[in-house]
T-cell receptor, first 112, second 111 residues
Framework: GEDVEQSLFLSVREGDSSVINCTYTDSSSTYLYWYKQEPGAGLQLLTYIFSNMDMKQDQRLTVLLNKKDKHLSLRIADTQTGDSAIYFC????????????FGTGTRLLVSP | NAGVTQTPKFQVLKTGQSMTLQCAQD?????MYWYRQDPGMGLRLIYYSASEGTTDKGEVPNGYNVSRLNKREFSLRLESAAPSQTSVYFC??????????FGPGTRLLVL
């Protein structure tokens, strides 16, 4: 079955690094995603990683994938107050048509 | 491009009332989706439409119906609203495997 788990809350200080973790159960996942949701808004894709990759870096964002442990993480370097939001990881098993399974979301609070 | 638009933004219903949530996308995407978001539960898929003319049930379809009116529009109908359907509803669309684009959401309160 499909199940994606995340911790509910993370608090960091501005300028520190944030690491948000996610575990998933379906080893057939082809893509894994990180979405950001700001208050009162829809979800915005931050980044994604293909399942045959171990790491992807995009400016301040680093995604690490450990397929053996089915563990995905998102590291945000130099976290800013504007990074405060809910972060969702999601997995997708289909390549032609995308059906996502979302985690419960991690609320990141960045304090000055 | 407006992306994915949803109407209305907010709605209050009484138990037993019906309503239709509208969604439209201008990105020529084949696939469209309806999710609900509840606290501590992430997003759960209600229905999806892989392509124009097809619809399929997702994880939580009970109490809902959908219509894929054309390639652009995908509506979600609550025939007899219940308090358990109080939620935030998101529509999304995708043109391939790499991402879904989300609308701003409809906040629904059923009394």
């Amino acid at each position: 079955g499909e199940d994606v788990e995340q911790s509910l809350f993370l608090s960091v200080r501005e300028g520190d690094s944030s690491v948000i973790n996610c575990t998933y159960t379906d080893s057939s996942s082809t893509y894994l995603y990180w979405y950001k949701q700001e208050p009162g808004a829809g979800l915005q894709l931050l980044t994604y990683i293909f399942s045959n990759m171990d790491m992807k870096q995009d400016q301040r964002l680093t995604v690490l994938l450990n397929k053996k442990d089915k563990h995905l993480s998102l590291r945000i370097a130099d976290t800013q107050t504007g990074d405060s939001a809910i972060y969702f990881c999601a997995e997708s098993m289909n390549t032609g048509f995308q059906k996502l399974v979302f985690g419960t979301g991690t609320r990141l609070l960045v304090s000055p | 491009n407006a992306g994915v638009t949803q109407t209305p933004k907010f709605q209050v219903l009484k138990t037993g009332q019906s309503m239709t949530l509208q969604c439209a996308q201008d990105m020529n995407h084949n696939s469209m989706y309806w999710y609900r978001q509840d606290p501590g539960m992430g997003l759960r898929l209600i229905y999806y439409s892989a392509s124009e003319g097809t619809t399929d049930k997702g994880e939580v379809p009970n109490g809902y119906n959908v219509s894929r009116l054309n390639k652009r529009e995908f509506s979600l109908r609550l025939e007899s609203a219940a308090p358990s359907q109080t939620s935030v509803y998101f529509c999304a669309s995708s043109g391939g495997a790499k991402t879904q684009y989300f609308g701003p959401g409809t906040r629904l309160l059923v009394l």
